[in-house]
């Protein structure tokens, strides 16, 4: 059977106490100066906020000790060597942001909860029940993005002595990657050390546009599709994560050729899955209508890395990936076997080089800072190599550490694969994905299709023919 969880899934209520938001600025003096963000960094697409959420469970060997305390500490610390994250963002002429190193500080909540952890289930999985209360949401000023700290934190602590850790970081200032370099940072302050193991770089003049820029690669990532006149079949989102072990992926693998299923990773086999999925709950009307899949594809990581010549410094922390994207229509992606999808799939990963990372940034400083293609997309972030579960304050490896939902925007398609471990002890990758809440059901309906099988019978393809 698919673990799986959605936001239909029934809940639990408690009640938060919150303390008043306090901004925690650096342990010690910081340069007051100007940095510009990256070419990158500064899309339009990345004028947002993204979450994550960390669940500690009770230690007795850290009785008597407060984690707001232990991690507020450590926080100011870790601040003196990133500094630029206590500061605020500018807008110079034509949009371009940079921040003004004020050393101000990060906004940060301390909280009570009257709830134990073990009534958020025996699997963690999102999305959470009353999130709002766990990351309490402040209004900014403008647009949220100027003049706004760069940071929310808020430590809630549980009546069985766990606590919950959830931050909410700014976009143009980190990637997933650059906030859980700056977690482990403060994690390992927080156990005792004078400094991070890895030194924060800042660099961002490297993914800067080129003078004079040129773009030189074809981006339909940032072109919208033309969509086909059909009623939405639901307004309201509909977030839900299914766990997917290793009987999942064997199940996925025997839908392909012997020789595709032996050479393909376990994330192009996934991502060919759900795209075909994620079409036919979406699109199920319309065979002609184009789709796109946008892998996010980062630069530290292969294939993309040995592209790069030299290499990306360790310690960078601010946003290095592209979303290279390959169209289909609905009617070939699902009428046709897995292994078309799968072949698709690969594609735009062998795209992504460093030729194409510059182009992207020359992009962004030649026309206006287009926004990321949504409409039609299935948009698919593995953020299983971050090392989030890594991260320990000293209460030990958190139970779950992730987002609280996919689509940061709501937006559907939006999909993130996280690392996780369930009540039995199998690992797996944990998906989280957001649709149209009718959508939603017939996109849980071609999984079950597929996934809810004897684990003797070779699965048959279910997926809807178009």
């Known amino acids: 059977m698919l673990l799986q969880k959605s936001s239909s899934s029934p809940s639990i209520v408690f009640q938060v106490r919150r303390n008043t938001a306090k901004l925690v600025a650096p342990a010690g003096p910081t340069p007051h100066e100007l940095k510009l963000l990256s070419d990158i960094d500064d899309q339009q697409g990345l004028r947002i906020y993204y979450s994550l959420v960390e669940f500690f469970p009770y230690q007795d060997s850290m009785a008597g000790k407060d984690p707001v305390h232990v991690i507020k500490e450590a926080l100011s610390k870790a601040l003196v060597l990133y500094y630029p994250l206590a500061g605020r963002l500018k807008e110079a002429p034509k949009g371009k942001l940079m921040v003004d190193c004020t050393g101000e500080g990060v906004l940060f909540i301390e909280a009570d909860a009257d709830v134990t952890l073990d009534r958020f289930g025996v699997d963690l999985l999102p999305p959470f029940p009353n999130f709002h209360e766990l990351l309490y949401h402040l209004p900014y000023s403008n647009d949220g993005i100027i003049d706004s700290p760069l940071l929310l934190i808020q430590i809630t602590r549980l009546k069985c002595g766990g606590f919950i850790f959830a931050v909410r970081g700014n976009h143009t200032m980190c990637d997933g990657y650059g906030i859980a370099q700056f977690m482990k940072a403060i994690a390992e302050i927080a156990q005792g050390a004078s400094k991070p193991s890895i030194t924060p770089v800042w660099c961002r003049d490297l993914l800067c546009a080129r003078d004079p820029p040129k773009v030189t690669c074809l981006h339909p990532e940032y072109q919208q599709l033309l969509l086909h006149d059909y009623k939405t079949p639901s307004f309201k989102s509909s977030h839900a994560s299914f766990f997917f072990g290793p009987k999942q992926i064997h199940a996925l693998r025997c839908l392909l050729p012997d020789h595709l299923a032996q050479s393909s990773s376990t994330f192009d086999v996934?991502?060919?899955?759900?795209?075909?999925?994620?079409?036919?709950?979406?699109?199920?009307?319309?065979?002609?209508?184009?789709?796109?899949?946008?892998?996010?594809?980062?630069?530290?990581?292969?294939?993309?890395?040995?592209?790069?010549?030299?290499?990306?410094?360790?310690?960078?922390?601010?946003?290095a990936f592209v979303i290279p994207a390959i169209a289909s229509t609905a009617g070939m992606l699902c009428g046709r076997p897995l292994s078309y999808a799968l072949e698709l799939v690969k594609k735009p990963k062998k795209e992504a080089n460093e030729e194409y990372l510059h182009s992207v940034a020359d992009l962004m400083a030649t026309n206006g800072r287009p926004g990321f293609s949504t409409k039609g997309s299935f948009i698919v972030s593995d953020l299983t190599k971050l090392g989030l579960s890594d991260v320990d304050f000293g209460w030990g490896k958190p139970l779950y550490s992730g987002l609280n939902k996919a689509g940061i925007t709501d937006i559907p398609g939006e999909s993130f694969y996280i690392p996780y471990t369930n009540s039995k002890g199998e690992h797996g990758k944990l998906v989280l994905i957001c649709l149209p809440e009718d959508a939603m059901k017939r996109f849980e309906k071609e999984l079950n299709g597929i996934l809810h099988i004897k684990d003797e019978e070779k699965p048959i393809n279910s997926i809807s023919k178009l």
Do not use: D, H, I
């Open 270 to 319: 996934l991502t060919a899955f759900l795209w075909r999925c994620f079409t036919a709950a979406l699109y199920w009307k319309y065979p002609n209508q184009e789709v796109l899949l946008m892998c996010v594809v980062n630069a530290r990581f292969e294939p993309c890395r040995s592209t790069f010549n030299p290499p990306l410094p360790e310690g960078y922390y601010g946003n």
